[in-house]
């Protein structure tokens, strides 16, 4: 089940290391959370929440493989609520032409989307700034080149992070963060419980309190 509406809004308000830091405290743990790489950054906008609508496309040679966009402005309607459009660029070399631009990102920006995030490459830049969206991508192109979508609706791959449709996604500056639907309504309120415990160390840090001798027996920070 998707989380409402207002979980998505919460934990918009949130960055990804903090949500990070909170399902720390889940049963995802440590060692069970997905995000991507760092091989991708954020191009465009603020931080996004929302349901993973997924994509793939080719661009670098021609090909009789294409699907309509309509059928990926369908699957965002289908949501129901904030998409995060995830597009995974299947050439060898990914980037060769960007799906992504003003024209395509007009669109999405009718329908309301949260974010969109490939492994690819995205253009107008500038344009895409003032589009309320935010975009995630390998970094700018040129060319559209042989650019089409060959997949809708199907598991992707991108920047390390597998994604299906339908999965909570969470992204800024730092990344974009795979989020359990189970673990989404509690993470708000432990992530602000771990601010506090947070700011609790660096307030005192900043104290004429913290000495040498009391940082160094100063037990780990618990996230």
């Known amino acids: 089940m998707s989380p409402a509406a207002p979980d998505l809004a919460a934990l918009a308000r949130w960055d990804t290391p903090a949500l990070s830091n909170a399902l720390r405290r889940t049963d995802a743990g440590a060692d069970g959370q997905e995000y991507t790489d760092g091989s991708i ?8 929440a929302g349901i993973a609508v997924t994509a793939t496309m ?6 009789g493989d294409a699907v309509p966009v309509a059928e990926l402005h369908r699957a965002v309607l289908a949501v129901g609520g904030p998409a995060v459009v995830v597009v995974q660029d299947l050439d060898e070399e990914p980037g060769a032409g960007a799906f992504l631009g003003e024209v395509n990102g007009t669109l999405l920006a009718a329908l309301r989307i949260s974010g969109f995030v490939t492994n690819g490459r995205v253009r107008d830049v500038p344009d895409l700034q003032g589009m ?17 979508l060959t997949a809708v609706g199907v598991p992707v791959r991108v920047a390390g992070l597998d994604v299906a449709p339908g999965d909570l996604l969470h992204g800024d500056g730092h990344g974009v963060l795979k989020i359990p639907a189970a673990a989404a309504p509690a993470l708000p309120a432990l ?33």
């Open 191 to 223: 992530a602000e419980a771990v601010r506090a415990e947070e700011q609790e160390v660096v307030s005192w840090a900043r104290s004429a309190d913290c000495t040498p001798e009391r940082l160094l027996a100063l037990k780990r920070v618990r996230h």
């Open 41 to 48: 950054h954020r191009v465009a906008g603020p931080t996004m």
């Open 132 to 148: 309320g969206f935010a975009v995630h991508a390998a970094g700018a192109c040129v060319a559209r080149a042989h650019m089409r």
């Open 58 to 63: 080719r661009a670098r040679r021609p090909g």
